[in-house]
């Protein structure tokens, strides 16, 4: 077996040009680890947020001067080469797909064993690679929100990676998709499944009626509490993920805003926001609406 591997690494933060290719010592896996050779890797907006240092913040945690971590690509996919001596459950050959919390753009990467999935047949390595970090944000924002066929849900920032998930998985839960998303995005969104799209420049959240949605998704970060609050159905949810924010705390400041706001208006969390109300009150119609201006 070969000692060494190519890696695309970075020895200071910065932009494309601070990545070069190495050669590198092939990784050994710690008790709890596996190594995987790499077949496919996918790249997030995390990986870029990573790559620049950026919001500083970061820093703190994953190296103040240069990553700790050289080599990005933290979603992959690939086949299992060598087993830690304390993992059950994988062995040498399977192949499999895992949140690696980078290294994946080399050769081989190590992971932690409790991060992998086995990988599909019917699935290919180019599309699991995509999916830990975007459709696992997905589905979790989704299990909060509470999401269930007949819910009518809003997404903002519906053509991103986690936003195109959202479209597909509520739509695959029997729910109906409102998006809000670029105009150049409205097709590629309708055609995930969304029965109503918005282009964001022409057309605020705030422009929808109110009242209306038994969950919204907010990838953006960006609409006011109170007015993705008047837009919830009785019993609706309001699920909050991301955003970005500033040079030094990012997004931070705006969470925080956004909770004391939440708390001011008698809200237990500015992640997952009920109004409680009798469910009975749910709106549980799937035929489009009027409100707002459809695509």
Known sequence: MTTTMRAWTQRGYGGPETV?????????????QVVVRMRAVGLNA???HLLRGDPLLVRLAFGLMRPKQ??????????????GAKVSGFAVGDEVVAEA?????????????KRLARRPENVDPDAAAVLPIA???AAQALDLAGVAAGHRVLV????????TFAVQLTTIRGAEVWALCGQHSQQLVEDLGAVRTFDYRQTDAGDLLANSFDAIIDLAGTAPLRVLHDLLAPAGTLVLVGGEGGRVLGPIPGC????????????????????RTPSSCRISSRSPRKGGSPR
Do not use: H, Q
């Not at 903002?156 to 936003?163: L, M």
């Not at 925080?256 to 109004?275: D, I, N, P, V």
């Open 20 to 32: 070069s290719r190495e050669r590198l010592p092939v990784p050994s896996p710690k008790p709890r």
């Open 46 to 48: 995390g990986d870029v």
């Open 70 to 83: 050289p080599v990005r690509g933290m979603d992959v996919a690939g086949r299992v080469t060598a087993v």
């Open 101 to 113: 919390g980078g290294g994946g753009l080399a050769s081989f990467v190590p992971v932690d064993a």
């Open 135 to 137: 459709a696992g944000t």
């Open 156 to 163: 903002i920032g519906a053509s991103g990676g986690v936003g």
């Open 256 to 275: 925080c805003r956004r909770r004391c706001c939440a708390r001011g208006r008698g809200a237990a969390s500015a992640l997952s926001r009920r109004r």
